[in-house]
T-cell receptor
Framework: SAVISQKPSRDICQRGTSLTIQCQVDSQVTMMFWYRQQPGQSLTLIATANQGSEATYESGFVIDKFPISRPNLTFSTLTVSNMSPEDSSIYLC??????????FGDGTRLSIL | SQELEQSPQSLIVQEGKNLTINCTSSKTLYGLYWYKQKYGEGLIFLMMLQKGGEEKSHEKITAKLDEKKQQSSLHITASQPSHAGIYLCGADTGSWDNDMRFGAGTRLTVKP
């Protein structure tokens, strides 16, 4: 299965700032996704990162708040903009090719003060 | 939209005991996946089930998908402290981007 490197693994940020999370895969993959996992809860899909075009966002998530890039088939970034304490979560990158299972990065644990 | 309900929400067992976690879907499952998550970390893929009646095993963990394809169970035999974590079931949504939805998870504690 693909090896996924997600950075940073954790960060503590000030209110109003932005943080960019990187996801690097060791092989080309068809689909890349970004999830949020709030404390004690399950995963919620933020968006599908589309290579060379704008990401597809789920209801409740907007590009201005969570801009996503995917310049090629092995790399994507998620930015959490103008952060507030409600954005404190684990953010997870996942990848999928065809009907294979999704595989996940180790996540980024984000705390906003 | 498809909902996945997991039960129980949490489970505490003595080392060596068997246990079962259930995942029930509001719709027919076309692909059902089991993952394990250690606290604050990413998800580790365990097993994938696609056919009604299918059963798969890996070491002491067995997963089944019922014939009607709306429920799956994960069974751990002779549990060990290394089995502790959060177990999540996930299902294909059938959408264009092949994304998944997840259950709320079952937190397993194994007491030595």
């Amino acid at each position: 299965s693909a090896v996924i490197s997600q950075k940073p693994s954790r960060d503590i940020c000030q209110r109003g700032t932005s943080l960019t999370i990187q996801c690097q895969v060791d092989s080309q993959v068809t689909m890349m996704f970004w999830y949020r996992q709030q404390p004690g809860q399950s995963l919620t899909l933020i968006a599908t990162a589309n290579q060379g075009s704008e990401a597809t966002y789920e209801s409740g998530f907007v590009i201005d708040k969570f801009p996503i890039s995917r310049p090629n088939l092995t790399f994507s970034t998620l930015t959490v903009s103008n952060m507030s304490p409600e954005d404190s979560s684990i953010y997870l990158c996942s990848v999928r090719s065809g009907n294979q299972p999704q595989h996940f990065g180790d996540g980024t644990r984000l705390s906003i003060l | 939209s498809q909902e996945l309900e997991q039960s129980p929400q949490s489970l505490i067992v003595q080392e060596g005991k068997n246990l079962t976690i259930n995942c029930t879907s509001s719709k027919t499952l076309y692909g059902l996946y089991w993952y394990k998550q250690k606290y604050g970390e990413g998800l580790i893929f365990l097993m994938m089930l696609q056919k009604g009646g299918e059963e798969k095993s890996h070491e002491k963990i067995t997963a089944k998908l019922d014939e009607k394809k709306q429920q799956s169970s994960l069974h751990i035999t002779a549990s060990q402290p290394s089995h502790a974590g959060i177990y999540l079931c996930g299902a294909d949504t059938g959408s264009w981007d092949n994304d998944m939805r997840f259950g709320a998870g079952t937190r397993l504690t194994v007491k030595p």
